[in-house]
């Protein structure tokens, strides 16, 4: 089974201060994406990554930024806390396939709150 | 821009009822298509997916989905609901000539009444 772990289920951050949400994934997938679920709006892909050190901006890419130097992990970063970024944030990893029939596996997710 | 749609919002039903939830997508081309689920705690699972071939899907607990490429629709259906399935489930998709990106609906929300 893919297992893929995030390092908090909750936290809880004040206005201004960096935030690091961690993912973790033990299936060796080259693929990680990080989302951000809101009610009534369902997932928006934040960032994704392709391999090591690669990074692509997905469709709502203001305010974070994030980091793979290894394989198995990767981090999304808010660089400074604002509350409209309170939110469940999902991490996800897929194997990279020829075709594109990829697909993803989710983490338990991290429900920010921002003061 | 690539958009999925989810008729419904919220949805109630009694136990045994049947059930579908409707999904539209607005790109044309090659398309993979998913259902997720997320019960209430818990994470986002894999309910079925299509690639290709057969366009009516079989998924697990019972699920199934139909791809129907001149509607552009994937309608999630189950002929009669469990408590259990009380759940969100979200439609998403992914266009080939977009790369890999999944784009998801916003969801529905089913209550099934004991």
């Known amino acids: 089974d893919v297992k893929v772990t995030q390092s908090s289920r909750y936290l809880v951050k004040r206005t201004g201060e960096k935030v690091f949400l961690e993912c973790v994934q033990d299936?060796?997938?080259?693929?990680m994406f990080w989302y951000r679920q809101d009610p009534g709006l369902g997932l928006r892909l934040i960032y994704f990554?392709?391999?090591?050190?690669?990074?692509e901006k997905g469709d709502i890419p203001e305010g974070y930024s994030v980091s793979r130097e290894k394989k198995e992990r990767f981090s999304l970063i808010l660089e400074s806390a604002s509350t409209n970024q309170t939110s469940m944030y999902l991490c996800?990893?897929?194997?990279?396939?020829?075709?594109?029939?990829?697909?993803?596996?989710f983490g338990p997710g991290t429900r920010l709150l921002v003061l | 821009a690539q958009s999925v749609s989810q008729h419904n919002h919220h949805v109630i039903l009694s136990e045994a009822a049947s059930l579908e939830l409707g999904c539209n997508y607005s790109y044309g081309g090659t398309v993979n298509l998913f259902w997720y689920v997320q019960y209430p705690g818990q994470h986002l699972q894999l309910l079925l997916k299509y690639f290709s071939g057969d366009p009516l899907v079989k998924g697990i607990k019972g699920f199934e989905a139909e791809f129907i490429k001149s509607k552009f629709s994937f309608n999630l259906r189950k002929p009669s609901v469990q408590w259990s399935d009380t759940a969100e489930y979200f439609c998403?998709?992914?266009?080939?000539?977009?790369?890999?990106?999944?784009?998801f609906g916003a969801g529905t929300i089913l209550r099934v009444k004991s």
């Open positions: 996800a990893s897929s194997l990279r396939t020829s075709g594109g029939q990829e697909t993803q596996y």
């Open positions: 998403a998709v992914n266009a080939l000539r977009y790369g890999n990106k999944l784009v």
């Open positions: 299936m060796d997938h080259e693929n």
């Open positions: 990554s392709y391999d090591v050190k690669m990074k």
